[in-house]
């Protein structure tokens, strides 16, 4: 069965520094990956998509940064945080033809 | 792309079947409906899909009229599990796009 793993669940980082999340899927070949944000009482805002290794598309203008090294690996990066960058980070992944989207346990960040 | 409106809050009491209904008014030929339950501080769950008429699964019903313009999601016999924000989207089938989140409705179930 398909399986995501997104990692560390909780995070409390300080402005101006630099930010790794980490999501991988398992049990699943070229799946399309996802990064979501939700501020606290907020909706989720989709930030990048892939459809492919190396390939990443950008929904919202900002500091963050998404790579896939590899196919079932998906990173959201920033150089150097804000205040504005806390939030809950979900990574998703859904297989195209195929109903639904499978969300990871979510990333807690605090940016202080 | 097809906007979706959907009442911020509903209350309701443990057993009585609940009702949301999502507003999509530019609703495409190939826009598919899917909802979606968040848990606080969990990621959301895939709920139920469909395209037109009546779905059924072993959690919810999703009715859609004919024209597509809106859709209700139906929770039978509700618990206090059940309170939880309820998503619905919009989007094509297969597409690699996934439109974003709005704010849901939050579902309240008292005892």
């Known amino acids: 069965s398909q399986t995501i793993h997104q990692w560390p669940a909780t995070l409390v980082q300080p402005v101006g520094s630099p930010l790794s999340l980490e999501c991988t899927v398992e049990?699943?070949?070229?799946?399309?990956l996802y990064w979501y944000r939700q501020a606290a009482g907020r909706g989720l805002q989709l930030l990048f998509y892939?459809?492919?290794?190396?390939?990443i598309s950008s929904e919202v203008p900002q500091n963050l940064s998404a790579s896939r090294p590899q196919d079932r690996q998906f990173i959201l990066s920033s150089k150097k945080l804000l205040l504005s960058d806390s939030g809950f980070y979900l990574c998703?992944?859904?297989?195209?033809?195929?109903?639904?989207?499978?969300f990871g346990s979510g990333t807690r960040l605090t940016v202080v | 792309l097809a906007k979706t409106t959907q009442p911020i809050s509903m209350d309701s009491y443990e057993g009585q079947e609940v009702n949301i209904t999502c507003s999509h008014n530019?609703?495409?030929?190939?826009?598919?409906i899917t909802w979606y339950q968040q848990f606080p501080s969990q990621g959301p769950r895939f709920i139920i899909q469909?395209?037109?008429t009546k779905v059924t699964n072993e959690v919810a019903s999703l009715f859609i009229p004919a024209d597509r313009k809106s859709s209700t999601l139906s929770l039978p016999r509700v618990s206090l599990s059940d309170t939880a924000v309820y998503y619905c989207?919009?989007?094509?089938?297969?597409?690699?796009?996934?439109?974003?989140f709005g704010s849901g409705t939050q579902l309240t179930v008292l005892p």
């Open positions: 989207l919009v989007a094509q089938w297969g597409s690699a796009r996934q439109l974003t």
């Open positions: 530019n609703i495409a030929t190939n826009d598919y």
């Open positions: 049990g699943t070949s070229n799946p399309n």
């Open positions: 892939s459809v492919g290794i190396g390939q």
């Open positions: 469909g395209y037109k």
């Open positions: 998703a992944w859904s297989v195209q033809a195929n109903y639904g989207y499978t």
